[in-house]
């Protein structure tokens, strides 16, 4: 039998007085003494009046929680104010983003999210300053959870970052494997998978994209059976599957929460 020796996670140091000019917000925001911030490309994910659906039903208080990449910690810090204990996993600097591997493109847009990570991650650090809070990062990968020791958490949550990754799979497994209570999976719907009863996950980039079109960071989409499916299998049950559309540059996007909770 092998041993996987686990090395102890590094809680990474809060980065302290930032202005605005270094950040770019994913999220729009409401900023404690800063007001609202808007999510760049003038908006991008405002998910400030679909809070409860993304939350409610979840009693966070007391509770320890894995978060799966937080952007700029939206979702962070209204865990905590729900009385959560948070830490949320984000990928380190020289993470190897899962760029979809279109000919000619993938390396520009790995140098974009190399360029864009220290502006993202400074985004969510002054937040977490301004908002006084105590949530911790670990920089490190999804994929990676399994060799680090982080301990175990009373929930896990993947908010609308599944579809970023090549393998869904492997996160869901590594969240599960730490998590005592309930695993939440929040995601795009894709009404052609939801019509069937069968667990589907549909390959989501277009091969034909026209030069300038490739959608070179979604993978997948996964229906709420696939998501139901793979979380019974690793010991989840009793579930609670809800829909809503939160605006994404003012357009409404049809999505999905599944709350599944251990016997």
């Given amino acids: 039998m092998s041993i996987i ?22 999220h729009t925001m409401d900023i404690p003494g800063v007001g609202t911030i808007p999510g760049f490309e003038g908006g991008n994910w405002d998910l400030r009046p679909h809070l409860n659906d993304l939350l409610g039903d979840v009693d966070f208080k007391g509770k320890r929680v894995l978060e799966i990449g ?3 910690g939206l979702l962070t810090f209204e865990m905590e104010r729900r009385g959560a ?6 990928i380190p600097s020289n993470h190897k983003y899962d760029v979809v591997p279109y000919p000619g493109i993938q390396g520009d847009r790995q140098a974009g999210v190399d360029s864009a990570w220290i502006y993202l991650t400074n985004s969510y650090w002054f937040a977490h300053e ?24 009373d929930i896990s949550i993947m908010s609308n970052m599944l ?21 939440i999976v929040i995601d795009i719907v894709e009404h052609a998978l939801e019509s069937s009863e069968w667990p589907l996950m549909k390959f989501q980039p277009n091969p034909t994209a026209a030069p300038g079109q490739e959608d070179w960071n979604q ?28 605006p994404w540059n003012g357009i409404a996007i049809d999505s999905f929460r599944v709350v599944g909770k251990r016997p």
């Avoid at 020796?5 to 994913?26: I, V």
């Avoid at 908002?131 to 958490?153: H, N, P, W």
């Avoid at 997948?220 to 809800?242: A, E, I, P």
């Fill in 70 to 72: 937080p952007a700029s």
């Fill in 130 to 153: 301004k908002s006084k809070s105590t949530a911790q990062v670990v920089y490190a990968g999804a994929y990676d959870l399994d060799k680090i020791d982080i301990g175990e958490f």
């Fill in 85 to 90: 204990q948070v830490v949320s996993i984000e």
């Fill in 5 to 26: 020796h686990k090395s102890t996670a590094a809680f990474a140091t809060p980065r302290q007085g930032l202005e605005l000019s270094q950040c770019q917000f994913y």
């Fill in 163 to 183: 579809l970023h990754n090549r393998d869904p799979l492997k996160i869901m497994e590594n969240c599960a494997r730490i998590t005592k209570d309930q695993c």
């Fill in 219 to 246: 993978w997948w989409r996964l229906s709420t059976h696939f998501v139901k499916n793979y979380l019974q299998v690793m010991g989840f049950g009793s579930f609670k599957t809800t829909k809503f559309s939160p």
